[in-house]
């Protein structure tokens, strides 16, 4: 038989081999922090594998397990604290599964009607928990990056044609000094100046947008605001409304960057903080965050999709069948953001949602932010050495061992991973390197934090 036919046959004890391993995996309670990687045993243990007539499956299987496998830090620990954890449902992740296999091209309505229909439903029940309006919609994109990206094109090109203007035309867009790298990293890419606007306590408000505005010699190059829900470092809501308000009054898309921390509006003892997200002409969240999907999912949603339809719509003649007048109803997830080829990345957590409900998401997000609040308490009230640096307003503790520098921090942090007792990674704040705490995972416990605060002392 040829090389080619046989790659493709199904090979039952293959495929026993990967499901016993994921049944395995699937299996851990908790999942194992585990370590990283040393490049040059890996590369030791990975030399040679790719050859001209391949392997045993079982023995590429055996080298992932024993090797690759053990050199990741597993973000679905519930002792990962650090950076924002990842923490898939079960249901989720054997969803994802089902999506690989049936090899879904989720661009179109033609390719994955069915697909995009639960997608839809999904992208639906958020929007609605923001306030928007029934005709807002969007797409799943890779990450809170992606969803940035083409959001802020959307805002770019849609001023381009509000002002008359062309390429190099100068355009602004106003962020605070907490907003997140790939805000930044976005406006580099698309050619937008950032017009920086100063927040008070780290929280950008509409007083101090308008001021900055005010104060500013060339307002009307300014086009669009980006508002924070949730800042990645301190977990801090931005005054939305406030900002929404400046945005009404200027002209400005209004752009709500809640990657983290939009999950937040489905927890009622938070849901306040959000008031004005109703207003925001686009907004990202990434399910494989808060709302417990597997990497890599975020939702991006447009009050008005038909702008974000008329910008990212890609021209070809293979692409035509996709956008005729028969169409009209149909709807194409390549035309709201700046990709083409994409998996529904979205199904899995319809799936979870589907089955375990939105009270299970509630209140799983809802532990999380009370770990924070009784973290913060517990180290106020048992832990002299230690200092709550800002009150956690949704999952994030940020903190100092008084006394410590740079260097005992990330040593400490060293011990705590390679004892296997938590990743904690130090954060920086006004200058200072401190420690984090993000909670996410709702198998995460007091007594974990208790551990961990313990081997500061």
């Given at each position: 038989m040829p090389h080619a036919d046989r790659m493709h046959r199904y090979d039952a004890r293959m495929v026993d081999l990967v499901f016993d391993y994921m049944r395995e995996r699937l299996q851990y309670d908790p999942v194992p922090l585990d370590h990283p990687g040393d490049g040059e045993k890996l590369g030791a243990a990975l030399d040679g594998l790719l050859t001209d007539r391949g392997n045993d499956p079982a023995d590429v299987l055996k080298l992932y397990d024993h090797e690759l496998s053990r050199a990741v830090i597993s973000a679905d620990s519930p002792r990962y604290l650090s950076f924002i954890p990842c923490a898939p449902t079960k249901a989720a992740l054997l969803f994802d599964m089902v999506v690989s296999c049936a090899s879904l091209q989720g661009i179109s309505w033609l390719e994955a009607a069915g697909a995009i229909a639960a997608e839809n439903q999904v992208l639906r029940l958020i929007s609605d928990r923001a306030g928007l309006p029934a005709t807002a919609g969007g797409c799943f994109?890779?990450?809170?990056?992606?969803?940035?990206?083409?959001?802020?094109?959307?805002?770019?090109?849609?001023?381009?044609?509000?002002?008359?203007?062309?390429?190099?035309a100068r355009l602004r867009i106003a962020v605070s000094d907490q907003t997140h790298s790939s805000v930044t990293n976005t406006l580099n890419i698309i050619g937008v100046e950032k017009f920086v606007v100063p927040t008070a306590d780290h929280r950008l408000?509409?007083?101090?947008?308008?001021?900055?505005?005010?104060?500013?010699?060339?307002?009307?190059?300014?086009?669009?605001?980006?508002?924070?829900?949730?800042?990645?470092?301190?977990?801090?809501?931005?005054?939305?409304?406030?900002?929404?308000?400046?945005?009404?009054?200027?002209?400005?898309?209004?752009?709500?960057?809640?990657?983290?921390?939009?999950?937040?509006?489905?927890?009622?003892?938070?849901?306040?903080?959000?008031?004005?997200?109703?207003?925001?002409?686009?907004?990202?969240?990434?399910?494989?965050?808060?709302?417990?999907?597997?990497?890599?999912?975020?939702?991006?949603?447009?009050?008005?999709?038909?702008?974000?339809?008329?910008?990212?719509?890609?021209?070809?003649?293979?692409?035509?069948?996709?956008?005729?007048?028969?169409?009209?109803?149909?709807?194409n997830p390549t035309d709201y953001a700046y990709h083409l080829t994409r998996r529904a990345r979205g199904l899995p957590l319809w799936f979870s949602l589907a089955v375990h409900g939105t009270d299970a998401y509630t209140e799983a997000i809802e532990t999380g932010i009370a770990l924070a609040r009784d973290t913060a308490a517990l180290i106020r009230e048992e832990y002299p050495d230690l200092e709550v640096i800002r009150e956690p307003e949704l999952s994030s503790v940020v903190y100092r061992r008084k006394g410590w520098t740079a260097k005992d921090y990330y040593a400490w942090s060293e011990r705590l991973l390679a004892d296997q007792t938590g990743f904690v990674t130090p954060t920086g704040w006004e200058g200072e390197v401190v420690a984090r705490f993000a909670f996410l995972h709702p198998g995460t416990t007091m007594d974990m934090v208790r551990e961990i605060l313990d081997t500061m002392v």
């Open positions: 994109v890779s990450g809170g990056s992606a969803g940035n990206l083409s959001a802020l094109v959307v805002a770019r090109d849609v001023a381009r044609q509000r002002l008359g203007v062309g390429i190099g408000t509409g007083e101090a947008l308008r001021a900055a505005i005010a104060a500013d010699g060339d307002p009307g190059s300014i086009i669009a605001v980006v508002g924070t829900a949730g800042t990645t470092n301190a977990g801090i809501v931005d005054d939305l409304a406030g900002i929404a308000e400046v945005a009404r009054e200027h002209g400005l898309w209004f752009h709500v960057d809640g990657a983290y921390g939009g999950a937040g509006l489905f927890a009622p003892s938070v849901r306040e903080k959000y008031r004005g997200i109703e207003h925001a002409d686009s907004f990202v969240v990434d399910p494989h965050k808060w709302l417990f999907a597997p990497f890599d999912c975020a939702a991006l949603i447009y009050r008005d999709p038909r702008l974000a339809k008329a910008v990212h719509t890609q021209d070809a003649s293979y692409l035509d069948v996709l956008h005729t007048a028969d169409h009209d109803q149909e709807w």
